[in-house]
T-cell receptor, first 113, second 114 residues
Framework: KAGVTQTPRYLIKTRGQQVTLSCSPI?????VSWYQQTPGQGLQFLFE???????NKGNFPGRFSGRQFSNSRSEMNVSTLELGDSALYLC????????????FGSGTRLTVV | AQSVTQLDSQVPVFEEAPVELRCNYS??????LFWYVQYPNQGLQLLLK??????LVKGINGFEAEFNKSQTSFHLRKPSVHISDTAEYFC????????????FGKGTSLLVTP
């Protein structure tokens, strides 16, 4: 059974640019969540998508957005990048996004210069 | 509001010694509790989870944790660690008030030396 696949693994972007990250969940999982990991703030929840609808949202500015497609694949977009957006972005998939727990991908390491 | 506290940022231990990584949480409702491990340059791997039922939970790689509702704790234990257990360990809690999003502690770095 394939795990959660995130692409690309590494990205370097310039301040002010925008970026799109991709996540393919485990087959059959309908919930996809995104987390940001930084040394200073730790792991923080960005948002969750379930059946193509945003079901839950963390405390991040509107520059962070996402979407989910009918095959459950999800994309996350960050516009007008800031240096502070440099982080490891982790995608997690779950069958129901509740009690089953989450399976995480290896992450996308974003560096903003 | 919900919160998670991992009491130790770093835990050094010798190979084959026992270890306990501490985690305390606060929540006004019933919670689900998780322990994840992260190896360098990788994502998070689920070690074990508590949803309900028996308060002693057994996970992968010989780890176990005990849910203590009165002390609002969920400490992780392993009776004998290996060099390969060196990693970052995260405790996480979710509940209905957070929409079941995972709220993570700051992590505990476990360093196992020969």
């Amino acid at each position: 059974k394939a795990g959660v696949t995130q692409t690309p693994r590494y990205l370097i972007k310039t301040r002010g640019q925008q970026v799109t990250l991709s996540c393919s969940p485990i087959s059959g999982h309908r919930s996809v969540s995104w987390y940001q990991q930084t040394p200073g703030q730790g792991l923080q929840f960005l948002f969750e998508y379930f059946s193509e609808t945003q079901r839950n949202k963390g405390n991040f500015p509107g520059r962070f957005s996402g979407r989910q497609f009918s095959n459950s694949r999800s994309e996350m977009n960050v516009s007008t990048l800031e240096l502070g957006d440099s982080a490891l972005y982790l995608c997690a998939s779950s069958f129901d996004g509740q009690s089953n727990g989450y399976t995480f991908g290896s992450g996308t390491r974003l560096t903003v210069v | 509001a919900q919160s998670v506290t991992q009491l130790d940022s770093q835990v050094p231990v010798f190979e084959e010694a026992p270890v306990e990584l501490r985690c305390n949480y606060s929540s006004s409702v019933s919670v689900y509790l998780f322990w994840y491990v992260q190896y360098p340059n990788q994502g998070l791997q689920l070690l074990l989870k508590y949803l309900s039922g028996s308060t002693l939970v057994k996970g992968i790689n010989g780890f176990e944790a005990e849910f203590n509702k009165s002390q609002t704790s969920f400490h992780l234990r392993k009776p004998s660690v290996h060099i390969s257990d060196t990693a970052e360990y995260f405790c996480a809690v979710s509940d209905i008030n957070s929409g079941y999003a995972l709220n993570f502690g700051k992590g505990t770095s476990l360093l196992v030396t020969p």
